[in-house]
């Protein structure tokens, strides 16, 4: 998360603005630290950013980074001077004039806030660091890993931030440009990850040479390090994939609360992650299948190729009879046919020509995409692929777009390349009921593009729903509140607020049933049996509380097309 763009100002407390430094090696970020425990499908990540200011003047460090997109950020503190302090939330406007005020009273003052147009990017913002001072910058989130529908769980440190695309006529700003790029400066970096607990490990596969894994004799834990950090690159994301012995049993996981915490802290909460058996379900009689592709200049070199291999690999793959269709966009856009046609060798073989000729050459990347929801071909559901690197600055907009056009359209997203945006990419496709996939740089697609294609083949399943078989003095809040799509072979993360557990003496087995509707005619029905005194019991830190908020928290975002991250934030000052 730390490929990322550093901006510095020297004499901001006395002067007012001072005029930013290009390129200068003085930078005050001397180090940083991470350090991850996973447990099971949860990880802690404890991110920790030390600064020392040379200057004989104060400065102000502006720290931009990447984020995945369901990450919970939930502390934020400082140490200063031999004092720590503890950030507070407040609502974004009112933080922001707070740590305007205090610079201009002469405090050191401390500001960490999500971007307001896009839920993947975070900003750290240090501000009077006395002349010779230092400080040390600590914040701390959670996350769910993903899991694919071959059982491998997978865990991403975001390190790359790549430029973003800003529209003409967008009302908002872009972050200032005059930076420091992360590979301008010089600093230690550290990573170590502790994966523990619920489920035996028989593998870890780092996604790069220079990660080493040590495993603990039972094989229920182990570290996995940064063998050499002054070697590291911030060209490309930290990954690690996990193979679990039991991957697909399902897991439920109560985290008390407590008393003593307020709000949601207060409640109790259930995770559960479940694998539906879906076999009953069947696949499109008819369909329109459009894949859209980024060609903007962003997409240059290895992602463009990899965009053009994604093509090849679905053209060559899809079922006989359907209808089809290509789009590339960047600034502009051009169908590859004036309308979809049915799939057969003399279609297939003007498409494969067109393939060949993909390029980066299309400009900016404009993804409010409104001509992809215009009618092209009657059919009873469109499946669009949509392939970019999701480099633009105006991601919100775009989700917003997607949902509105989401009734018969699902829209399957690939990730392309690391730095993908994950706001983007998970969130259009969550709106639109298709689903979400990221290919790093160095990946291998076929795999994935062939799951993605059985996914997009398979008929939709509506109106999804749990219903809690509970004892008398238990009730149940879903979170969300619709159950998340489900697609065969994939597991199911959802979460619920339990009310009346501490009174529940000897009944206490439970179920939750999930329901949905195929078609007119048909339904899925799948029942997960759990005794709540017997389940999982999560940690003191709140994993599962904070992971729930979060879910809840996007779930209104998207069911509402309103941003709460416009209304709160970490602030700090002394």
């Keep these: 998360m730390y490929g990322l763009r550093i901006q510095h100002e020297e004499g901001a407390s006395s002067q007012g603005k001072a005029d930013v430094l290009p390129g200068s090696k003085t930078v005050p970020l001397k180090s940083v630290g991470v350090d991850v425990t996973i447990k099971g499908f949860v990880a802690n990540v404890q991110s920790t950013l030390t600064y020392e200011n040379q200057k004989e003047a104060a400065v102000e460090t502006v720290f931009v980074f990447p984020i995945d997109d369901q990450s919970a950020v939930y502390q934020f503190e400082a140490d200063i001077d031999g004092r720590h302090i503890v950030a507070e939330c407040q609502d974004k406007e009112q933080a922001r004039e707070t ?19 896009s839920g993947d990017v975070f900003e750290c913002k240090l501000g009077n660091l006395p002349p010779h001072g230092a400080a040390t910058l600590t914040f701390s989130y959670v996350t769910e890993l993903t899991t694919d529908s071959e059982g491998m769980v997978t865990f991403t440190l975001p390190t790359v931030l790549n430029p973003r695309y800003t529209p003409p006529g967008f009302e908002m700003s872009p972050p200032s440009s005059d930076a420091i790029h992360y590979t301008d400066i010089q600093y230690q970096m550290r990573f170590v990850t502790k994966v523990e607990g619920q489920h035996l490990i028989k593998a870890i596969v780092p996604k790069m040479d220079m990660l080493k894994v040590d495993f603990a004799e039972d094989k229920k834990s182990a570290n996995v390090t940064l063998d050499d950090a002054t070697k590291f690159k911030f060209d490309h994301d ?110 297939l073989k003007e498409a494969l020509k067109l393939q060949k000729g993909l390029d980066a050459n299309l400009g900016g990347t404009e993804l409010l995409l409104n001509f992809l929801f215009q009618p092209l071909h009657s059919t009873t559901c469109r499946q669009v692929f949509l392939l970019t690197d999701g480099g633009v600055f105006n991601t919100n907009q775009v989700i917003t777009l997607a949902k509105k056009n989401a009734d018969n359209t699902r829209i399957f997203t690939f990730g392309i390349g690391d730095g993908a945006s994950t706001s983007l990419v998970r969130n259009v496709a969550k709106v639109t009921n298709g689903l979400a996939t990221f290919v790093t740089d160095k990946e291998k697609l076929q795999n994935k593009v062939m799951t993605v294609l059985n996914h997009a083949m398979q008929q939709p399943v509506t109106n999804l729903n749990l219903e809690w078989n509970l004892p008398p003095s238990c009730t149940a809040i879903n979170i969300p509140q619709q159950a998340p799509v489900v697609f065969k072979g994939q597991k199911v993360i959802t979460y619920a607020l339990i009310n009346g557990v501490e009174n529940l003496t000897e009944d206490t087995q439970c179920s939750v049933v999930l329901k949905g509707d195929i078609g007119k005619e048909n339904s899925i029905d799948y029942t997960l049996n759990f005794d709540l005194m017997t389940v999982v019991k999560s940690a003191d830190s709140f994993p599962v509380h904070r992971l729930a908020a979060k879910t809840q928290i996007k779930d209104f975002e998207t069911a509402g097309n309103y941003m709460i991250h416009d209304t709160c934030l970490c602030n700090i000052r002394y």
């Design 99 to 117: 740590y305007k005020d205090a610079l201009k009273t002469g405090h050191t003052a401390m500001l960490l806030s999500e971007s307001d147009t």
């Design 238 to 347: 930290l990954s690690l994939t996990l193979e679990y012995e039991d991957v697909f049993q399902p897991t439920v996981i109560l985290e008390k609360g407590q008393n003593s915490k307020e709000g949601f802290l207060k409640s109790d909460v259930v995770m559960m992650d479940f694998l539906p058996d879906l076999r009953s379900v069947p696949e499109l009689t008819e369909a329109e299948f459009v894949f859209v592709i980024d060609c903007s200049g962003s997409m240059e070199g290895d992602r463009i190729a990899k965009a053009k291999e994604t093509v090849l690999l679905l053209l060559k793959s899809l079922p006989v009879g359907c209808f089809f269709n290509v789009v590339a966009f960047g600034s502009s856009f051009k169908w590859w046919f004036t309308s979809s046609k049915k799939y057969k060798e003399k279609s």
